[in-house]
DNA sequence: CACGCGTGGCT
DNA sequence: TAGCCAAGCGT
């Protein structure tokens, strides 16, 4: 590892600095924002791009102020609310998520990695974010954003492996700030660095603050070698299918009968009754007497 | 560890 | 245009 070779303060002061100056202006990065309302959109962020999160998170933190408020209410609104952001057992692992805090932890968000990660839906990344972003404490955040970052600036390659290592994260904390506060706004910066400027497709490294140090830049960009990443198929998948079946429950006001769903995905039957029962298997969807389905209440 | 899991904008 | 990509998680 050629980490020794980058000087860790230099590059703290250059992306703290330059995060003060580029930061955009996110309604969970506000100091008013609770733990809640950080946990929430980090669970929205899996996957999802900013722009449309922002919409969704105003809506679900305005009708759910608390864990208690949205615990309190059906798991099928949660997905309702979720609208088209994908994914959407997000919605249900929040909920369940929710429903836990009230249970074993008088309604709050917990403070710890330790707990945070017994949450449903919350893995590595969204324990550390949660802990570092939403409590100030010192956490190791590595999303795709760091991944790339370092990948680039300290490893010199144009990407970072398709999966997550061990000495990925030993390298994150080995650069992780010592002082808590500092910790947090360097994590948030390296990814938001990576979110504007040291980009997956057409890097800007004209503006980048640590681009004189980038051992990437200095190698003079070399092409990625390593295992080609797998595209996701679309069309004709379960995926589609089930997105297609769910939009139909989600867009109705009550029960929806089982020959509208089939309306949603009417070329393939059989997939379409394969899916719709993944879906009541996910608890995505609630199966009725006379063959009728509805979120789950 | 590799895979399945939504959705839509961008190149 | 057809991929590629976006603050991952659970199995």
Redesign the pocket.
């Known amino acids: 590892m050629s980490s020794a070779a980058v000087p860790t303060p230099v590059l703290h002061e250059q992306v703290l600095d330059w995060y003060a100056i580029a930061q955009?202006d996110?309604p969970?990065?506000s100091p008013d924002a609770t733990p809640w309302g950080v946990f929430v959109?980090?669970v929205m962020?899996?996957?999802?791009?900013?722009?449309?999160v922002e919409p969704v998170w105003h809506a679900w933190l305005t009708r759910w102020p608390t864990p208690a408020d949205l615990a309190a209410d059906a798991p099928g609104e949660a997905v309702r609310a979720w609208g088209?952001?994908?994914?959407?057992?997000?919605a249900l692992?929040l909920h369940a998520a929710a429903t836990a805090m009230v249970e074993r932890h008088g309604g709050e968000v917990p403070g710890s990695h330790e707990e945070l990660l017994d949450?449903?839906?919350?893995?590595?990344?969204?324990?550390a974010?949660v802990a570092s972003f939403g409590f100030g404490l010192r956490a190791t955040v590595v999303?795709?954003?760091v991944r790339?970052v370092f990948a680039r600036l300290v490893q010199g390659r144009a990407?970072a492996s398709?999966?997550l290592?061990r000495s990925e994260m030993d390298l994150a904390t080995s650069l992780l700030p010592a002082d808590a506060d500092r910790a947090r706004t360097w994590s948030?910066g390296v990814?938001?660095l990576?979110?504007l400027t040291c980009?997956?497709?057409?890097p800007r490294c004209a503006d980048c603050p640590v681009a004189e140090l980038c051992a990437w830049r200095l190698a003079g960009h070399p092409a990625y070698d390593g295992p080609a990443?797998?595209?996701?198929a679309?069309h004709g998948?379960?995926?589609?299918a089930?997105?297609?079946l769910?939009?139909v429950l989600?867009e109705a006001t009550g029960p929806v009968d089982g020959e509208d769903l089939a309306r949603a995905w009417p070329d393939e039957p059989a997939q379409r009754d394969r899916?719709l029962d993944?879906?009541v298997a996910d608890g995505?969807v609630e199966p009725l007497s006379g063959n009728r389905f509805r979120l789950p209440a």
Do not use: F, H, I
């Open positions: 955009r996110l969970w990065r959109s980090e962020l899996q996957q999802t791009p900013v722009a449309r088209r952001l994908g994914y959407p057992r997000r692992r949450l449903p839906g919350v893995g590595t990344y969204t324990a974010a999303d795709t954003n790339r990407q398709p999966s290592t948030v990814m938001e990576g979110a980009t997956a497709r057409a990443r797998k595209g996701q679309w998948t379960d995926r589609q089930r997105g297609a769910l939009r989600r899916c993944s879906l995505l």
